[in-house]
């Protein structure tokens, strides 16, 4: 039977409480056990598909198709397992849930109210699709305190009740700050936010404190005292200098050790062989390489977080350190400007949406192209990498994409029918935008010969899509000409998937975001290429 560990956040936002259930997934599975990680967020949306990325960062997409909080990603990269849909909810999915079977007569009469109905449908979907897991991770977004958040708070406060401790644990993350006119840690809010937690029915077996420097015993003692825990259960969570630093200095602070304690199973050590290796591979670098990141979200990294994690696998994998350049594409609207590029080791544009700063995009790729520098598009920036070919090699030159309005050679379509296993998917200009892209897990097949066959080693992919609009197949055969390849395509050979120059040391273009399946132990095959073509640039400028 699987045991639960809700953690949750208060004081402030942002303090890494994704990553810290993530290390502590990993540090569970290095003791041998069995976890799955799960995300449930206050806000109403019904999932963060239909978030602008400045608000709310990326958008994580999952094989079954789910649009989701960009936490997953981090759980994948840490655990390496895949997570699933029901893996994450909002409050908007429980009450669309909830008043569906409202609609449909399933309550018989009764009146539907926040505690049991709402309260109820968040445990039944925590405990929901589980199989053998030892330990199930449940983190709750928001910080302790936000009205949103009470509904869940109930939910795993009862569960908690139900489960009894030896199946449940509360962990909850907070800040102590360094206060320089005081000279001093302060654990106020740690107390504030613990009594808060408290006020709805929740004692935190383990605190989890993130500071910037070390917290002596005795205030941690303190904390222990106020906040009604152990001592050795108040843990102090470091800044450290790599993400992937993170489970091994959790469980020098004996984080995962606490929480066997918690359930009575204390035992064998974790194995974190791998972890360490990694981690002085990070810190010993052999060499340095510059890529420019030509987006549009550029100014929240939080956007492209999936991307920057698996450029950096790609270096680790190369054993080079990965400077990113994160450059507004509307910087290079003017031909001139595109200029800046030049002394880069890789040009990489990202998926995006909107025609604003497009024609940036278009004249990086043909920068690079041109250039011969390292070009790896992805999705949009695969779309763009196109529609400048079609342009400047074909000689097309009102090609366009119908995402930015009418166009009169429509190098870029809108996509309203594609097979899904057995199944027609259509779409309408003009419906719902929430979860109607193109989503999850499609197959592609790989021209035998090709670049990306060679990279992949095989010449059938699964990977992950996000997307609405797609390259129109009408132009293939004149691009191929002008040696534009169409190396890879849905199995039923419409939809084209990846295009490659052949004469170029490395231009890739990609429909899917690879950079969604890149693990730290397990590096997706094109980062690993790109870095590696992008060391090669570096010995030539
Ligand atoms: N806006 C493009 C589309 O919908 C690209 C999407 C993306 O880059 N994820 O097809």
Redesign the pocket.
Known sequence: MSRFIFITGGVVSSLGKGLSSAALGALLQARGFKVRLRKLDPYLNVDPGTMSPYQHGEVYVTDDGAETDLDLGHYERFTGISARKTDSVTTGKIYSNVIAKERRGDYLGATIQVIPHVTDAIKEWIKADLGDEDFVLCEIGGTVGDIESLPFLEAIRQLGNELGKERAMFVHLTLVPFIPAAGELKTKPTQHSVKELQAVGIQPDLLLCRSDREIPADSRRKIAQFCNVRPSAVIQGLDVDTIYAVPLAYHAEGYDREVCRHFGIEGNEPDLSKWQQIVDRIRAPEGVVNIAVVGKYTSLLDAYKSLAEALRHGGIANNVKVNLNWIDSEIFEREDTVQHLEGVHGILVP???GERGSEGKINSARFARERQIPYFGI??GM?MAVIEATRNLVGVKNAGST?FGPCPEPVVGLMTEWVRGNQLETRKAGGDLGGT?RLGAYEASLKPGSAVAQIYGKTAISERH????EVNINYKEKLEQQGLLFSGMSPDGILPEIVEIPDHPWFIGVQFHPELKSRLFEPHPLFVSFIGAAVTQSRLV
């Open positions: 998926g995006g949406f999705c949009f779309q995402e892209m996000r997307h609405r609009y």
